[in-house]
């Protein structure tokens, strides 16, 4: 955590892994880092304390170890521990970020080589991403 005003290095912790996708929760309580392996790992922000670790990989087949997160977003304010994670499994997860417990898993899109960030509308009630071939996905 760097500090502007005293352009300083105030705390940091080291993941292990790539750092590939960050975001803070809604009242800035929680810092997430998502990883090159495919956890997240769930920080206090103020102390960078390890809170929890989500572990956004397959159970079995060709992306067990897991792949790149590409994007963490909150679900919505009505419900501040929910996150949505995309990665480069193809998937989307809906995660606690108090349990570590993945919620709901997404498939349809192709995400395997780029940065791609699912995005929840407003009202919760859609979900839509980009893909890789060009195509435009929506859940309901």
Known sequence: MWSLPKSKVLT???TGNYITALTFSPLSSKLIAGLING???????EKLDHVQTIDATNNSGYYKKGTKVTSIEF???QLPNIITITSNDSRIRFANISTGVILLKVKGHKNEKCMIRGSVSEDGKQLICASDDGTVYLWS
């Open 75 to 77: 679900f919505s304010p």
């Open 12 to 14: 940091w912790v080291n």
């Open 39 to 45: 956890q997240c790992l769930v920080y206090s922000s």
